[in-house]
């Protein structure tokens, strides 16, 4: 899992990665933060999607993103837990989105 997330790190933009349980805990982290901190907040963000997407009738949440004036955040639900990727403002949303798939259904076949 850690290779896998390595790899994603090299991808032009992408300033850290992690494999999260669903209750905020790390599973496998390729990030230059605070692990614990990141991995609370976004388990927190994550589980807002899914209830928002139930009360907005929209279907299961299969990718979140969050974007700020200093970067940006991708969620994405794997079976028992999300992958975070988080990247710089400037990144490239089309080739990076298919290599955080490419990336979600290793780490999958690892679970």
């Known amino acids: 899992m850690e290779e896998v997330l390595r790899n994603l790190n090299k991808e032009m933009g992408v300033t850290g990665s992690a494999v ?3 209750d905020g805990l790390v599973i496998a982290s390729a ?3 605070d692990e ?3 991995a609370g907040m976004a ?5 807002s999607a899914v209830t928002t997407s139930g009360v907005m009738a929209i279907g299961a ?3 979140s993103t969050l974007e700020s004036d200093k970067g940006k955040a991708f969620m994405v639900d794997l079976p028992e837990a999300f992958l975070v990727v988080l990247t710089n403002p400037e990144v490239n949303l089309g080739r990076l989105r298919i290599e955080i798939r490419k ?3 290793q780490i999958k076949s690892q679970m």
Do not use: C, T
């Open 61 to 63: 949440i299969s990718l």
């Open 36 to 38: 614990e901190s990141v």
């Open 31 to 33: 990030l230059d933060q």
């Open 103 to 105: 990336a979600a259904n």
């Open 20 to 22: 999260i349980s669903k």
């Open 43 to 47: 388990a927190s963000v994550f589980q």
